[in-house]
């Protein structure tokens, strides 16, 4: 589990090919204090198993399924990727639960300075991300934990009314410093994971309403209901 708290922005020293998938070698400083062989890691938001340590780097093999999922399929030599070790027991929940699980991949559609300092940042979004966005929860791009300020979405034309379906995010110069974000630009993707525990709330909802539901105390379960007429 991460917290969506970029610690370092490394940067892609080699992509390799092999049979379905690749190894990617990233030089990093800060993730490699207690790094091991079979360690986890976010790279972007999307959590790798450590396979490989050298001097100043480390190495992870993605599938293709993964490489086909994220962004990561699309990370060239030289690239810089947001970092992020996982969460300690004892470690402050800095940002919001962060699993490194991508939902899907989304646009940066449009970026600009806003009056109080910050800069407004505008993505596309697949409608498995944008069904459990609200305003004012949490989101996470490339794996940085960010606070949704507005929402644009149209589920029956999959377009909301001035431009794609997505949301918009403040990010403050500081982020802006420390993460891929400073340099992304309209039209690159972004790796997007929806808050996990509106999934749960989903799908303990999805049980109630087919008669699998746990009644919660005072609430009558659905088979009571169904009984009461």
Known sequence: MFTGIVE?????RAVVASDGGA???????????DAALGASIAVNGCCLTVVELGDGWWAADAVAETLDRTSLGALEAGDPVNLERPVRPNDRLGGHIVQG???????LVDRHPAPDGSTRMRFSAPESVRRYLVEKGSVAV????LTVTALHDDDRIGRGADGPA???VAVIPHTLAVTTLGARQPGEPVNLEADVLAKHVERLLAGAADGHGVAAPG???PSERDQRG
Do not use: K, M, N, Q
Not at 8 to 12: C, F, N, Y
Not at 23 to 33: F, M, N, P, Q, S
Not at 142 to 145: A, L
């Open 166 to 168: 997505g949301f918009e």
């Open 142 to 145: 490339d794996g940085i934990s």
């Open 23 to 33: 190894r990617i070698e990233i030089a990093a400083t800060t993730v490699l204090d």
């Open 8 to 12: 370092e922005l490394g940067s892609v």
């Open 219 to 221: 609430i009558p379960a």
């Open 101 to 107: 699980h991508v939902d899907g991949v989304g646009v």
